[in-house]
Nanobody, 116 residues
């Protein structure tokens, strides 16, 4: 089992920056990909970014050039640096991890609110 705990959400003005962190505990050795989804009110959960154990990132088109995902395997932590934030980035952000059996683990979510 893997437990994921997010931190770093909050309220920021349009154009500002936030950094999300997601710390994993438990059987982290079994985790391959990690990343972030987000869910805005009335919308489905959507992928924001993911990163392989080796550090190869993949981004949704809507955040390319503004967000950067990274991970520190020694600290069992994945990060999401969000720059040039827009009001449409407002959502609950969920950390996830996928293990070698393709089982998904989720954090509890952290709210990001961008005011215009």
């Amino acid at each position: 089992q893997v437990q994921l705990v997010e931190s770093g959400g909050g309220l920021v003005q349009s154009g500002g920056s936030l950094r999300l962190s997601c710390a994993a505990s438990g059987s982290f050795f079994s985790i391959n990909d990690m990343g972030w989804y987000r869910q805005a009110p009335g919308k489905e959960r959507a992928l924001v970014a993911r990163i392989t154990r080796g550090g190869r990132p993949n981004y949704a088109d809507s955040v390319k050039g503004r967000f950067t995902i990274s991970r520190d395997n020694a600290k069992a932590t994945v990060y999401l640096q969000m720059n040039s934030l827009k009001s449409e980035d407002t959502a609950v952000y969920f950390c996830f991890g996928t293990d070698w059996k393709n089982s998904n683990y989720w954090g509890q979510g952290t709210q990001v609110t961008v005011s215009s």
